[in-house]
């Protein structure tokens, strides 16, 4: 499997996201095939012994994760793809991914749950388990695909965001967009930019793994460059060393949350249609995002303008955005497949003025465009 | 200090790591000068070896090591390690763990990597504190089983013993074991009232016997005795090279299509 620059074919999701990750030059691949995202690594366990990539089957999403840390501190471009179950399972490993600052991709294709749930229907549970899954205070950095074009492309930005920000990137997306089947015509090859981790030009002795960067984020050395250095996940100085001075952990916490809120313009991504014209708004994600633009046109042949809003990077989620696009409408329409995840987001950001209702779906089918149009009815 | 430093030392981050964190009577540093003098032996370069462990007091080894070296999660060193290797075969992969964390929660992992036979030495530092809580098993006969292609036991008493299995560990091709039996006087000894450390290390020397030795005692004989050697040493294919293999054969046959 090649990626088909400059092509146009009918494309699955979960395709164009291993598409998007060999465009993007991933060179490493460990998992445990899980529906709905096995698709992903069955694309790339054929495709990347072609390139002398390495793709390995672990005995679990555990070990999935942690071999994909331990490639990227060997220098490799690393990716793993999992759903609910396992998603669950790896993230004692985000969280150390994030602490020891490595980058890599994981594709996230929820399924509904808890537990095993309905396997493998659509849902959109794992918002907030993207966000706050791992244990402490962290970085998080989570894309949300609505379309198959898409789906390769936030991969490709994915491992860019990854190597940018030496940290771990989530690409979420869901059932409905990771089986779906699209006309998608791809980029050229020079279209596309592929951003490498900055490496140190320091002399070895005086290598700092986590040295202070007025990006936050230090250049990195792999394992064999010569570099020799540590890595764990207790809390470090700058070398990587073990401490609990408080100067030297505020520094590294702090800087870790730096990373992220100092930065939110290369982060922060929205689509927005009709928002400014209209006094109600549709939020929404995901495959709900292609209801909600179906729900807008709809309501527009019965003369009713709405608004949708839609976040693309779900975190560092748009609190500037929100608040400037929606604090003043009458009502915000938040549909989900969940029990309400990221209307708690608007909630926060809109005053009391704002109308925020819910609508919302766990039975593992789509929300349908009438379901909201319904919604939007009521209020207007 | 001596004008002639140990050549210990340039394996060490000797002048930023120090003092340990170990306790008095712990074995594990005796294990650490092991791994030091086989890696001499061997003349491998500093650069080359990535000494990756997970949780525990064995797995806090790697700091005080002047190599590339990975400081994991609990269990997890054989998994990160696996990525290390996988992603550059050049590298000499090391993994030391304790025996709660390669055979405890690390459990799965041990077991899968060594049935994959992916070049990586395994050293568990066996101090019982993991067997305290349940009833320990034979760690070499369940790796043996698993298809570990070198398995051995030796114990911190019998040093120059372990230096060559630790060596022989690190030369075999393919996933590698050594389980080394180490005093820790402060949990398992105390709790169990076997003495300070001088008492635990002549246990080690008194209830242990050597393979050979082994082989011509009863199993009534050999219970409870502890036994040290080479215990499995076969040939089976490296998964890293048969990887190399395959990605050879890939292209071959894309190369084909393209034609």
């Known amino acids: 499997m090649r990626v088909p620059w400059g092509e146009t074919r009918l494309v699955q999701g979960n395709e164009a996201i291993a598409l998007g990750a060999l465009a993007s030059g991933v060179n490493f691949f460990a998992g445990y095939p899980i529906t709905p995202s096995t698709e992903v690594a069955e694309m790339l366990a054929r495709s990347l012994p072609q390139g002398d990539g390495a793709f390995i089957q672990m005995e679990d999403e555990i070990a999935s994760v942690s071999a994909v840390m331990g490639a990227s501190l060997a220098g490799a471009r690393a990716m793993t793809a999992t759903s609910g179950p396992g998603f669950s399972l790896m993230q004692e490993g985000i969280g150390f991914g994030c602490m020891a600052e490595i980058p890599f991709v994981l594709v996230d294709v929820m399924r509904a749950g808890p537990s095993t749930g309905l396997p493998t229907q659509v849902a959109q549970g794992d918002v907030m388990q993207a966000r706050w899954g791992t244990h402490g205070d962290h970085p998080a950095i989570v894309l949300c695909p609505a379309s198959v074009r898409e789906c390769f492309d936030l991969t490709v930005r994915a491992f860019n965001l990854s190597e940018t920000f030496r940290t771990p990137v989530i690409l979420l997306s869901d059932e409905v967009v990771g089986h779906m089947r699209e006309r998608v015509t791809f980029p050229k090859c020079e279209e596309v930019a592929v951003i490498e981790r900055p490496v140190p030009e320091t002399p070895t002795e005086w290598y700092e793994h986590y040295h202070p960067t007025p990006s936050n984020v230090s250049p990195m050395a792999t394992y064999g460059s010569g570099y020799r250095f540590h890595v764990t996940g207790l809390t470090h100085d700058r070398q990587g060393f073990p401490t609990r001075r408080r100067d030297e952990v505020d520094e590294k916490l702090a800087r870790l949350k730096a990373k992220i809120t100092r930065r939110l313009d290369e982060l922060v991504e929205i689509r927005t249609h009709d928002v400014e014209k209209s006094s109600v708004v549709i939020f929404a994600y995901g495959s709900v995002y292609r209801s909600a633009l179906a729900a807008q046109v709809q309501l527009a042949k019965k003369n009713k303008r709405v608004g949708v809003f839609r976040p693309v990077t779900l975190w560092p989620f748009p609190d500037m955005e929100t608040k400037e696009l929606l604090d003043d409408k009458d009502v915000v329409i938040v549909p989900e497949l969940n029990q309400g995840q990221l209307i708690h987001e608007i909630e926060r950001l809109t005053s009391d003025s704002v109308r925020v209702i819910p609508v919302q779906r766990v039975d593992g089918y789509e929300l349908t465009p009438e379901e909201i149009v319904s919604a939007a009815m009521e209020v207007m | ?259």
């Not at chain 2, 964390?101 to 568990?124: P, Q, V, W, Y």
């Not at chain 2, 036991?153 to 080394?180: C, F, N, P, W």
Request: hydrophobic share 40%; glycine share 10%; proline share 4%.
């Open chain 2, 1 to 259: 200090m001596p004008a002639q430093l140990p050549y210990e030392y340039k394996y060490l981050r000797a002048k930023k790591k120090f003092p340990h964190v170990w306790c008095p009577g712990c074995g594990i540093g005796i294990v650490m000068g092991s791994i030091i003098r086989a890696v001499d032996a061997l003349g491998w370069n500093k650069n080359d070896i990535v000494l990756v462990s997970g949780i525990g007091c064995t797995s806090r080894m790697p700091v005080y090591f002047d190599f590339n070296t990975l400081h994991t999660m609990h269990g997890r060193a054989l998994a990160f390690a696996t990525g290390v290797k996988l992603a550059n075969p050049g590298l000499k992969v090391i993994a030391v763990m304790g025996d709660g964390d390669a055979l405890a929660i690390g459990g799965n992992h041990i077991i899968h990597s060594a049935r994959r036979n992916i070049e990586i030495t395994s050293i568990i530092v066996n101090n019982y504190n993991y067997g305290m809580i349940e009833p320990g098993f034979d760690t070499c006969r369940l790796l043996d089983a698993a298809g570990a292609v070198f398995v051995a036991r030796g114990t911190v008493y019998h040093v120059i013993e372990l230096d060559g299995l630790i060596r022989q560990a690190m030369e075999k091709k393919g996933l590698s074991v050594v389980e080394v039996m180490s005093p820790c006087p402060t949990n398992y000894g105390r709790a169990n009232r076997l003495g300070g450390a001088v008492e635990m290390m002549k246990g080690l020397r008194d209830g242990s016997v050597n393979a050979a030795q082994a082989a011509k005692l009863s199993p009534e004989e050999l219970k409870g005795r502890i036994v040290r050697g080479v215990l499995a040493d076969r040939e089976a294919p490296e998964y890293t090279e048969l990887y190399a293999d395959l990605c050879r054969r890939a292209r071959e046959k894309a190369s084909e299509v393209d034609e």
